[in-house]
């Protein structure tokens, strides 16, 4: 049964559509992929999904709930992780997280408890009492993810959440998002660039380009649409999300994502 829906969800700013007319479903307890080149939409559609950014038109529903008309319901069922930096580097991990549980309006008697089980979840119960700012950027990712897990939402929204990261600290990362999707069946919903990591943690993607979802499948069934020998992720999306010649050279990001994704590639890294 589908726990994400929207129909027909726009956003416009000005005369552009960053997300034009999308219509998708995710399965609970699925882990779907976002994939698409940057300017596709993706961070659009999660801050509407995550009750950030109203839509234009259309509708979205989350657990059952109207983003519009129940943002309040669907904020108690989510979690998200942005690519902007959401720890806070002059306080210890523990007291991160202490400090999502108060926001979450945890019980105060279960607060300690819940909180040392998010550090043990993430493997960060070692590094508890150590300043965050002192972190690798795995570790201050896994720490963003158990803010964001810390009261058991249903939806998990990740926004590139290895962005920057070595190959060691991704494939923890990648390893800790598995654990939560068998161990809690979370839903989890996350934009990547990385083919080999939708791959590797996605039963299902999505390709978006210019707004709209071009294809809906599994890796496999990508792979199997490019011919009988198949191909490669690399080769499916660039089968989807490509253009003409000219309109590849002209599609890199902006100066202001550009320096975006830098500032977060340093500060994970």
């Given at each position: 049964m589908p726990i994400l829906e929207?129909?027909?969800?726009?956003?416009?700013?000005?005369?552009?559509?960053?997300?034009?007319?999308?219509?998708?479903?995710?399965?609970?307890?699925?882990?779907?992929?976002?994939?698409?080149?940057?300017?596709?939409?993706?961070?659009?559609?999660?801050?509407?999904?995550?009750?950030?950014?109203?839509?234009?038109?259309?509708?979205?529903?989350v657990g059952g709930f109207d983003v519009v008309r129940r943002a309040a319901q669907v904020r108690r069922i989510i979690g998200y992780v942005p690519q902007m930096l959401s720890a806070d580097g002059t306080l210890t991990g523990y007291e991160n997280l202490l400090i999502f549980a108060k926001l979450y309006d945890l019980p105060r008697a279960g607060r300690v408890a819940r909180v040392r089980e998010a550090l043990g979840m993430m493997g960060l119960t070692e590094a508890a009492d150590k300043m965050v700012h002192t972190y690798s950027g795995g570790m201050i990712r896994r720490l963003e993810i158990a803010q964001s897990m810390i009261h058991e939402p249903r939806v998990l929204f990740l926004d590139e959440p290895?962005?920057?990261?070595?190959?060691?600290?991704?494939?923890?990362?990648?390893?800790?998002?598995?654990?939560?999707?068998?161990?809690?069946?979370?839903?989890?919903?996350?934009?990547?660039?990385?083919?080999?990591?939708?791959?590797?943690?996605?039963?299902?993607?999505?390709?978006?380009?210019?707004?709209?979802?071009?294809?809906?499948?599994?890796?496999?069934?990508?792979?199997?649409?490019?011919?009988?020998?198949?191909?490669?992720?690399?080769?499916?999306?660039?089968?989807?999300a490509g253009a003409g010649a000219e309109t590849k050279l002209e599609s890199g990001t902006s100066y202001r994502e550009t320096s975006r994704t830098r500032r977060t590639a340093r500060r994970l890294g």
């Open positions: 929207t129909d027909k969800l726009t956003r416009c700013f000005g005369a552009l559509r960053a997300v034009d007319a999308l219509t998708l479903s995710v399965e609970a307890g699925e882990v779907f992929g976002l994939l698409g080149p940057n300017g596709a939409g993706k961070t659009t559609l999660i801050k509407m999904l995550t009750t950030l950014l109203p839509p234009t038109s259309g509708r979205a529903v290895t962005i920057g990261l070595d190959p060691l600290a991704r494939q923890a990362v990648w390893d800790r998002i598995a654990h939560l999707k068998t161990q809690f069946g979370t839903t989890i919903l996350l934009t990547t660039h990385y083919m080999d990591e939708a791959e590797s943690l996605c039963g299902r993607v999505a390709i978006m380009h210019q707004g709209s979802v071009r294809v809906v499948g599994s890796p496999e069934e990508m792979k199997s649409s490019l011919g009988a020998n198949g191909g490669t992720m690399e080769e499916v999306f660039a089968h989807y």
